[in-house]
């Protein structure tokens, strides 16, 4: 039951020495939960660029329509409705589950759905990798290390994280669809791959979704002050989309099961990160302070050795080559004639 389709039809053609009519390798078959939102919807692009045929299962919590609207009229997408924390059933050759809130003000808007979506809809979707045996791709993140004490952050490290905290939800609910993820596979011995994704920037961000780069480059643009949360002394690593991209799907094609960082080394306090947005947008752009939010972590930052050595992955662009990318698009979904999907 568990031999994956694309292994049953090459067993067909040994078998009978011809490719059965409408099996011919076109491409895979490809769910992508989440597709409709920011890192889905680039992968989706990719993947269709490619060749293959992709699904994508989207509740719109935080996706939306129009990130995937230029796809519509291609025989080789679809676009479900769905809700992952039911039951799904599909044939499919390989599933990149992102479907879950990534904003900490997304994630904390209900909580309890945000563990059921990571725990549940983790879950089904591993079950729907049994059932078809096709390969299962998590996309987890660095928040499973929590307010690290160890930096720059290693695969092998286990984390700091508070399991009672506002945060928990996000980071816990992760940390157990990872461990569901490595029972399927040891257990089931569906194929399984795990990316810790670091924080991620690029075209598409929802613009008020409070995360930090969406936050600075839509107040810069707005002319309102760009709200820094605490002393502005605590580090992120940002990367831009399409590096993550590329990183998924090696991760995807390789051998290897991970879990692999997947994030930009280049590590930015909250006021570096303003001086950069102020560099690239406005250089009289103020800068405001804000009490900042609970179990905050402090520092983060990817050790990416793993995935330079057995993914060959590394990023390419850098936060002053990426962030006017990003502006570009921000610019005009704020002002513009609201055109969207193609960035
Ligand atoms: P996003 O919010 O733009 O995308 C998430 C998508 O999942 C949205 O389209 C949303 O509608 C959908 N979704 C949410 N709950 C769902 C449910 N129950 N059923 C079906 N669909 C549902 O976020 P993103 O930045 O594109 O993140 C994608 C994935 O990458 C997430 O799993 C996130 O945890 C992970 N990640 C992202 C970052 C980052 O910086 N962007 C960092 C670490 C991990
Ligand atoms: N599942 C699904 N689609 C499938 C196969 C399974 O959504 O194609 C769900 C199923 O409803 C169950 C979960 O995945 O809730 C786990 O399935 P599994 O077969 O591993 O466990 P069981 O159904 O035996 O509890
Ligand atoms: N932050 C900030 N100003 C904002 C939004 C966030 O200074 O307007 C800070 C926040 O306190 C955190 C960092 O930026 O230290 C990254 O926050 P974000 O929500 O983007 O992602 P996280 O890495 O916390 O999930």
């Known amino acids: 039951e568990t031999v994956p389709r694309r292994v049953r039809i090459d067993e067909r053609i040994m078998s009978t020495g011809k490719v059965p009519l409408g099996l011919k390798r076109k491409g895979m078959r490809i769910v992508v939960t989440g597709g409709a939102g920011f890192v889905g919807s680039h992968l989706v692009d990719r993947l269709i660029a490619r060749g293959d045929s992709v699904i994508v299962v989207d509740n719109f919590f935080t996706g939306r329509k129009e990130n995937v609207m230029h796809h519509f009229n291609n025989p080789r997408f679809e676009l479900i409705r769905h809700d992952v924390v039911e039951p799904l059933l599909l044939e499919v050759d390989q599933i990149y589950h992102l479907a879950c809130p990534a904003s900490p003000v997304h994630y904390k808007f209900n909580p309890v759905k945000t563990i ?10 591993l079950g729907l990798a049994k059932r078809v045996g096709a390969r299962f791709l998590l996309s987890s993140t660095s928040e499973v290390y929590g307010d690290p004490l ?3 952050q290693v695969e092998t490290y286990w984390g700091n994280v508070n399991p009672i905290g506002v945060r ?7 940390r157990t669809a990872e461990t569901l993820t490595m029972d399927y596979h040891r257990g089931a011995g569906v194929e399984v791959r795990i990316a810790r994704i670091f924080n991620t920037y690029g075209p598409r961000m929802c613009i008020d979704d409070g995360r930090v780069v969406s936050n600075f480059v839509a107040q810069a643009l707005r002319k309102e002050a760009m ?5 502005g002394k605590q580090t992120r690593s940002f990367q831009f989309v399409s590096d993550l ?11 290897h099961v991970g879990p692999f960082n997947l994030g930009n080394p280049g590590e930015f306090t909250m006021l570096e990160l303003a001086e950069v947005v102020q560099q690239t947008i406005d250089p009289n752009a103020k800068i405001e302070f804000r009490p900042n939010t609970e179990d905050d972590p402090h520092k983060r930052k990817p050790d990416i050795t793993k995935a330079k050595d057995l993914l060959g992955w590394e990023p390419k662009i850098s936060l002053q080559n990426g962030l006017p990318l990003m502006v570009n698009d921000f610019r005009q979904r704020i002002f513009g004639d609201h055109k969207e999907g193609g960035a």
């Open 168 to 174: 928990s939800c996000y980071d816990e609910g992760k």
């Open 227 to 231: 709200t820094v949360y605490g002393d």
């Open 245 to 255: 991209v590329e990183g998924l799907m090696r991760l995807m094609e390789g051998e």
């Open 116 to 125: 059921k979506t990571n725990v549940v809809g983790t879950l089904n979707m």
């Open 150 to 152: 160890q930096h720059p």
